[in-house]
């Protein structure tokens, strides 16, 4: 698919798009360790005797970290959980070489950053995963820290630095899991049409694409449905914009069960303008769609309905045979939505024309697709979105 980027000269936004937001965290609380070996030159008693060497191999690792994250970009998570271990080890052992007590608390509390910044972006088992092993860091560093001071002491002491690790983690999981379900109401209204229930344009094209990238993969076929209700306007003049309503929410279930009756339980069916529908379905029916939709709209329905289809074959725009728009371009889904409705609409105005309730074939129609896995139409669109920040 082709897109076109807006780039932009704003250096924060440069570092955002380079990066994603758990990276450049990773590499900003990273960095934060590296001036501890400057801290232990200036101070020689900061550190316990003969700590410098590990304290340095310690720092070492710390800038292969942040290097290794500048250098990748975007981790992974199988990447993060092993640079965040690694990160939460050093912490830990710095931590223990220091001399001062009051410093190894201090620098035992930066063992929450890990696992804090894997709950704002990270699977559930790989936060689950590094919170456990913070916590086990923090238990232990507190015990060997305070076993001096007596067992409430210590007992204190680990209370509080699993706390301390604890919260962070719970309240930034919390805000996620508050945040992704708002995104997700967000998306539903967005993408549905409020009076039929039904996709909206803007829904039935965010799920074209996957259903596109199947068929142009196994070098399928889809096929498309364009629905339109007869004498819609003579029923709002009527009777009232009310009861035109009513019609179009009645018209909406006749197409469920219909796409239902027919095997095509997984058609996209959607609302795409005023009395127009549109299915899309990767299946054959088993049984003719058009004549389901023109049966059941007459047992439930005041009103009739035409239909008017088309077969889409779906290739891959890299076969030079194959052109569509600009040469060695991919169409975006909207040509291809615009190709397949103006074959449809052909077809349903020979339906209009021949007397209407009734369905008219438009043949086959030929469109060219890039495909993309889900992973890589995920990284497109997050790429879209973060080169067409201003």
Known sequence: ??????????????????????????????????????????????????????????????????????????????????????????????????????????????????????????????????????????????????????????????????????????????????????????????????????????????????????ACMSRGQLWAYVVDIDHFKAVNDSLGHAAGDRVLVTIADALRHATDRTGSQEAIVSRIGGEEFLILTELQPRTPLETAILERVRSECDVTVSVGSVTVDVRASLDPRLSFGTAGESPHVEHVIDTIMHAADNALYDAKTSGRDRASHAGAVLVTWEAHTPEERGELAAEVVRRAMP
Do not use: C
């Open 1 to 214: 698919m082709s897109v076109i980027l807006r780039r932009t000269s704003a250096e924060p936004h440069r570092f955002v798009s380079r990066f994603d937001t758990r990276t450049a965290m990773v590499i900003v609380s990273a960095s934060g360790a590296l001036p501890l070996l400057g801290i232990a030159m200036i101070s020689p008693t900061f550190l316990k005797p003969g700590a410098l060497p590990l304290l340095s191999a310690i720092v070492a690792f710390t800038a292969v970290t942040v290097l290794s994250a500048i250098k990748i970009g975007r981790l992974t998570d199988a990447q993060f959980a092993v640079l965040g271990s690694g990160g939460m080890i050093g912490v830990a052992v710095s931590a223990y070489l220091i001399a001062d007590p009051s410093g190894t608390r201090a620098v035992t509390s930066m063992l929450a950053v890990v696992p804090a910044i894997a709950a704002s972006g990270s699977p559930p088992r790989v936060t689950a995963g590094l919170t456990t092993a913070s916590v086990l860091l923090a238990t232990w560093l507190s015990i060997i820290t305070l076993s001096d001071s007596g067992l409430a002491v210590t007992f204190v002491a680990v209370g509080a630095a699993v706390t301390a690790v604890l919260v962070p983690v719970i309240l930034i999981a919390a805000l996620r899991r508050s945040l992704l379900a708002v995104n997700g109401r967000l998306s539903v209204l967005a993408n549905t049409d409020p009076l039929t229930r039904l996709l909206n344009r803007r829904g039935m094209l965010s799920q074209v694409e996957a259903l596109l990238d199947k």
